[in-house]
């Protein structure tokens, strides 16, 4: 039901790009940065490759809980070939470690004709084409939070489309995309909890005071103002005290 909907939305935002067709490069940019969901970004990035011959989406990220591997959400792939990449082919995927290793725009049959694949690898590429994979390009994005990501498009509905594509264009509206999730998910990051006492002295040490100070000024001692600041950098996760106060000020705990 949810790729259903989400094929649905991506017709109708497709639809209202082709309605005014002179301006989609600029209407996709701008509604990517207005999107209020990751879904709603999809869908809009979706709709815009699609105008360009590109029917299916990818997007590849490093992965938390498995280091040295990707998450990947999709749109658009054979259904057969999605059930094969989840069912252990995706352990063998080359393209997120390639993609990171070019740091450019790259024609998806170009890197899998890379000499330096293994045969893991080349099995992982020769399944793609038996399920109906198609070439296309992927393109690395980058922001301030998660500092790597790619946007790969495929399934294409003519082979001019990949021999003609206007890279930095296709190129421009993933790192767009990958801007918008970025911000959306990093609101999604609970806020640190600290405690009354530790507010006020983070809202010190971001005032540049040492422990002896603040101490003076809490009428506290020393040593109990350092186990306060070891509970604050905890609960933070930082080693300093210059990170404490960025991060104070991010999550709004304190103002400077």
């Known amino acids: 039901m949810d790729d259903i909907q989400s094929e649905c939305r991506a017709e109708r935002a497709e639809h209202r790009m082709g309605e005014s ?3 989609e ?3 996709a ?3 990517i940065a207005a999107a209020e969901t990751r879904d709603d970004v999809f869908t809009i990035a979706r709709a815009f490759y ?3 011959g590109f029917h299916a989406l990818s997007y590849l990220k490093p992965s938390r809980e498995h280091p040295g591997q990707a998450d990947v959400i999709s749109f658009g792939f054979p259904e057969e070939w999605i059930a094969r990449y989840n069912d252990g082919l995706n352990l ?3 393209f997120p470690s390639l993609i990171a290793r070019a740091g450019r725009p790259v024609r998806l049959s170009h890197m899998a ?5 293994t045969p893991d690898q080349r099995h992982f590429v020769e399944q793609a084409r038996e399920h109906g994979v198609t070439d296309g390009y992927a393109f690395p994005t980058f922001g301030p939070h998660q500092h790597l990501a790619a946007f790969g498009i495929n399934q294409i509905d003519h082979q001019d489309r990949v021999e003609h594509a206007d890279i930095p264009i296709l190129h421009a509206i993933a790192q767009a995309a990958h801007l918008r999730i970025d911000q959306l998910e990093a609101g999604l990051v609970e806020r640190p909890r600290l405690a009354p006492r530790e507010v006020v002295i983070l809202h010190w040490i971001a005032q540049g005071k040492s422990n002896e100070e603040i101490a003076l000024i809490l009428g506290s001692k020393r040593p109990t103002i350092a186990t306060h600041i070891k509970r604050i950098f905890f609960k933070l996760n930082v080693s ?3 990170s404490a106060a960025v991060k104070g000020v991010k999550y709004g705990i304190i103002d400077i």
Request: glycine share 0%; hydrophobic share 35%.
């Open 25 to 27: 490069d600029s209407w």
């Open 92 to 94: 063998l995927d080359p």
């Open 50 to 52: 699609r105008t360009h």
């Open 21 to 23: 067709a002179t301006m």
């Open 240 to 242: 300093d005290r210059a």
């Open 29 to 31: 940019i701008r509604q």
């Open 113 to 117: 004709a890379d000499k330096s694949l």
